[in-house]
């Protein structure tokens, strides 16, 4: 590995703490193949971007009282993600009403929604919609709430929002853990109780998450098994996990991220007037039906 880049070797230390909590300065030198003090530079540099503590000898995740910031969730596992979002984006149909939570995976399924039309998405997510407010014609529809300034989400008791408006589609959820027992899982209870009122909105229900969450703690259920239509991660999921899950009933599509197209770039937004494209009106109309 000693001809990673500086991006490349700032995202393999993000990924191990993400999955350990903890990293080693001399454990790093030799994996990267590079001098300690390149390595206390990075780290140095991460910790200036708030992405991670330094400690002697090695450095923590950043002691955030929740999941952690977006930018740094962003940076784990990108293209395991934007496969996942690229195979998640062929389900989505022109006319559908869907619902995309805060999620990084599902910032990067936007991406791949974006020329889309019509579209019509709920999401609690600040940065997916203004991504689609910005690069595409969805019709964009926020229920507004608390804002969760390391999640950039938007929280609270949506359920009063949506509850009596029709049925969504589809809803795109990232998770923290997963269980048989209690279904998909998050850590904080503002978020799962944020989830939870978007999923009971919804026909279907797809999680989107890359194989790191698989073995994870999470504490609070936002929706049950049963409830699940598709679970979508990469290949790097355990065989023997995927095997009881599978056996249990649960559809599970793995992504190899190694044979997906690069991500292709936002398409630029198409001027209309009004506020979008008629059918963008009329998904709306029947999401509120």
Not at 120 to 143: C, E, F, K
């Amino acid at each position: 590995m000693a001809s990673l880049s500086e991006f490349d070797r700032e995202q393999a230390i993000l990924t191990e703490l993400d999955e350990q909590g903890r990293v080693e300065v001399g454990t790093l030198s030799q994996r990267f193949g590079v001098s300690t003090v390149t390595v206390r530079k990075d780290l140095e540099n991460l910790e200036q971007r708030g992405m991670l503590c330094r400690i002697r000898g090695g450095a923590l995740v950043a002691p955030h009282s929740d999941e952690g910031a977006f930018d740094f969730r962003q940076r784990v596992a990108p293209q395991a993600k934007r496969a996942i979002a690229r195979h998640a984006a062929g389900l989505v149909r022109p006319g559908d009403v869907i619902a995309l939570d805060s999620s990084t995976t599902c910032y990067y399924l936007a991406e791949e929604l974006l020329s889309i039309s019509p579209l019509t998405v709920i999401t609690n997510g600040l940065r997916a919609s203004s991504l689609l407010l910005t690069q595409s014609d969805a019709s964009v529809i926020m229920p507004g709430g608390v804002l969760r300034r390391a999640s950039e989400s938007m929280v609270g008791f949506l359920s009063e929002v949506l509850v009596g408006r029709g049925r969504v589609d589809k809803g795109f959820f990232g998770l923290v853990g997963l269980s048989l027992e209690r279904g998909l899982l998050d850590i904080t209870p503002e978020e799962a109780t944020a989830k939870a009122a978007l999923a009971a909105a919804c026909r279907q229900v797809y999680a989107l998450f890359d194989s790191t969450k698989v073995e994870r703690f999470g504490t609070h259920s936002f929706t049950t098994v049963d409830r699940v239509t598709r679970l979508i991660s990469d290949t790097a999921v355990p065989p023997d996990v995927h095997r009881t899950w599978t056996a249990a009933g649960v559809t599970w599509d793995l992504v190899d991220p190694e044979l997906v197209a690069v991500a292709r770039p936002p398409t630029p937004l198409r001027r209309t007037s009004g506020r979008g494209p008629s059918g963008s009106r009329t998904a709306s109309a029947r999401w509120r039906s």
